[in-house]
């Protein structure tokens, strides 16, 4: 009876030991990794958003995440038609000659969605890579 409580207590002990370390290894890198909704707050803060482009578009959003940035904007076209094909050249020629170039280079992915007042979707861009 006395053998069974020792195991009792020990069983538990040895168990927690083999696998709460390396749980509490894990957790200590996740605790490591960036608060990106705190991030992605300054980076709002920083913008200025809502942030007025041109004079159609607008920075409704912006969010980093571990591999990309990603804008949101509103463009209100007053019915012209928008060739997002001439945007996303501009934008990633934009990128590529500044310094988000390195950050490409690195890995980091950067999202441009845009939409029209009503919320329709009319675009989305993903420059990962220059040319």
Known sequence: MKLTRILAWVIPFAVAFVFIKPLGQKLRSWMNE???VALS??????????KKIDQVTTMID????????????????????????QVEKNVQRGLCSGSAAADIRKGIAYNYHYSDPSGRHLASIRIQHCP
């Open 62 to 85: 912006a969010k980093l995440e571990p591999n990309a940035t990603s804008y949101w904007h509103v463009v209100d076209t007053n019915g012209l038609n928008i060739d997002f094909s």
């Open 34 to 36: 960036p608060d990106y």
């Open 41 to 50: 707050a300054e980076l709002k803060r920083k913008l200025g958003i809502p």
